[in-house]
T-cell receptor, first 119, second 114 residues
Framework: AQKITQTQPGMFVQEKEAVTLDCTYDTSDPSYGLFWYKQPSSGEMIFLIYQGSYDQQNATEGRYSLNFQKARKSANLVISASHLGDSAMYFCAMREGPLNNNAGNMLTFGGGTRLMVKP | DSGVTQTPKHLITATGQRVTLRCSPRSGDLSVYWYQQSLDQGLQFLIQYYNGEERAKGNILERFSAQQFPDLHSELNLSSLELGDSALYFC?????????????FGEGSRLTVL
């Protein structure tokens, strides 16, 4: 089974509107972390937001918020007030297991969603 | 700028050849991760090193190998290259004492096999 599933290969949003990018995950470990990264056309991977499995509140970072529904195993990214510069690929990723500062923590990525912001 | 440096940025080579991709992690980061991103695909985890030792292995082909040196830089060696190896190869590092385990990515090395 896929660990991270992003069901929307591509999405359009009108400039200044909000958009939600879907992500579902699969793990039996009670401790995990969820990440969203942005990849513009230039190719670099930019970290956007993080949610820990034990965090009580949904994470927010500026215009980005994470709609974390633990029982449904979903971690959707919400971008408010879209700009043209938000046009990019967006990847959801998971760290499975507790944070390990003595050995590092690999992330598993979903297939991504291409977001296109219309002027 | 993430602080992770990858060279070369672009590489074009022929089938059957061997190439080496190089990565310098952020200052102080002990973990290095290699990922492969084929065209319009997600990132596939290849291998991870922590302070010189291999810690986790993903779907890395036997034709590929990697190592992390005492100065913490890492190299990914790709041999007997095939057309399907054309991809963007990312190196990432993570911070000691991080609260999240966030990975910091380099700009990638784009490999084209002709």
């Amino acid at each position: 089974a896929q660990k991270i599933t992003q069901t929307q290969p591509g999405m359009f949003v009108q400039e200044k509107e909000a958009v939600t990018l879907d992500c579902t995950y699969d793990t039996s470990d009670p401790s995990y972390g969820l990440f969203w990264y942005k990849q513009p056309s230039s190719g670099e991977m930019i970290f956007l937001i993080y949610q820990g499995s034990y965090d009580q509140q949904n994470a927010t970072e500026g215009r980005y918020s994470l709609n974390f529904q633990k029982a449904r195993k979903s971690a959707n990214l919400v971008i408010s007030a879209s700009h043209l510069g938000d046009s990019a690929m967006y990847f959801c990723a998971m760290r499975e297991g507790p944070l390990n500062n003595n050995a590092g923590n690999m992330l598993t990525f979903g297939g991504g969603t291409r977001l296109m912001v219309k002027p | 700028d993430s602080g992770v440096t990858q060279t070369p940025k672009h590489l074009i080579t022929a089938t059957g050849q061997r190439v080496t991709l190089r990565c310098s992690p952020r200052s102080g980061d002990l973990s290095v991760y290699w990922y492969q991103q084929s065209l319009d695909q997600g990132l596939q985890f290849l291998i991870q090193y922590y302070n010189g030792e291999e810690r986790a292995k993903g779907n890395i082909l036997e034709r590929f190998s990697a190592q992390q040196f005492p100065d913490l830089h890492s190299e990914l060696n790709l041999s007997s290259l095939e057309l399907g190896d054309s991809a963007l190869y990312f190196c990432a590092s993570s911070e000691q004492g991080t609260h999240t385990g966030e990975l910091f990515f380099g700009e990638g090395s784009r490999l084209t096999v002709l």
